[in-house]
């Protein structure tokens, strides 16, 4: 069996399965401190033989495997967890091979190889909630480089102020959930569906999209995330994303994720099954 986890800025699921797309058992629970949090999924893992471990995580996080800090979180972006290496616990509890990936980039893999993204060689996923980010699949492969790809801090407005400490104007800081919370003083998901929030929302997603299509060509991009289950959204974005891109470079299909919430962890359960 194989072994899958999603640590995420708001929960963290981990699984059990036989092959990435058949779980067996899962748990969810809300990301808190890592120790809190680290251990409530060592402990799930307790009752189960894995023969090899996956882990999707939120960033930046280092994802050299011949760095002494494969694993470990680079940034304070979730509180708590700056320098905290996401493998160390399950290295003390397994002596079995282990690999990291971003949740973005995790999920990316997992809706190209069994989601929406099945019948295309390219593919971009973003998830807005919590926090935006976004991962890459092209040509078959997850997309790295110096680091891993940023795509929520693609600054989307010269003007305005938006809530990341680190940008402040970027689609993160502008278009996140808690950014929509902060504007309109209202949770997302008590916001009407025809609350004008959404047409700013729409025209913030599209001038990130509009940037990624231009710099990645993907075939297919695929928006996930808690923000996401206003499913009016999408046609927004469509239209929206075409305007900015005003005929120059086709439309690439623009779709949920078929996955739905698991695209994280059964990306994790494809890596840690291309480990055996």
């Not at 680190?166 to 997302?188: D, F, M, Y």
Request: with cysteine; glycine share 10%; charged share 15%.
């Amino acid at each position: 069996m194989i072994g899958g986890i999603e640590l995420g800025g708001t929960k963290c699921i981990a699984a059990i399965a036989k092959t990435p797309n058949s779980i067996i058992d899962s748990i969810r629970i809300p990301t808190s401190s890592p120790n809190e949090t680290l251990s409530h999924i060592s402990d799930f893992f307790t009752g189960y033989k894995i023969n090899s471990l996956g882990v999707a995580t939120f960033g930046p996080v280092c994802l050299d495997s011949f760095s002494e800090k494969y694993g470990t979180i680079l940034s304070d972006t979730k509180k708590d967890w700056l320098g905290t290496n996401v493998l160390s616990t399950f290295k003390q509890q397994y002596s079995i091979p282990m690999a990291v990936e971003t949740d973005v980039n995790a999920s990316a893999i997992a809706e190209f190889e069994y989601g929406s993204g099945k019948k295309f060689n390219s593919l971009v996923y973003l998830t807005v909630g919590t926090g935006i980010g976004g991962g890459a699949v092209i040509n078959g492969q997850p997309l790295h480089g110096n680091s891993h790809p940023e795509m929520g801090h693609i600054i989307v407005d010269e003007e305005n102020e938006g809530i990341c400490r680190i940008h402040t104007n970027c689609l993160e800081g502008l278009a996140s959930g808690p950014a929509i919370e902060k504007r309109w003083q209202t949770p997302p998901h008590k916001l009407p569906p025809d609350h004008e929030a959404w047409v700013l929302e729409a025209k913030y997603l599209a001038r990130g999209i509009s940037s990624i299509i231009y710099l990645l060509s993907p075939e297919i991009i695929v928006i996930g995330g808690g923000v996401m289950k206003q499913l009016q959204l999408f046609e927004m974005i469509k239209t929206h994303t075409s305007k900015l891109l005003n005929c120059f470079v086709p439309l690439p299909q623009i779709s949920p994720p078929k996955l739905e919430d698991y695209s994280g962890v059964t990306g994790a359960l494809k890596i840690a099954h291309s480990l055996i």
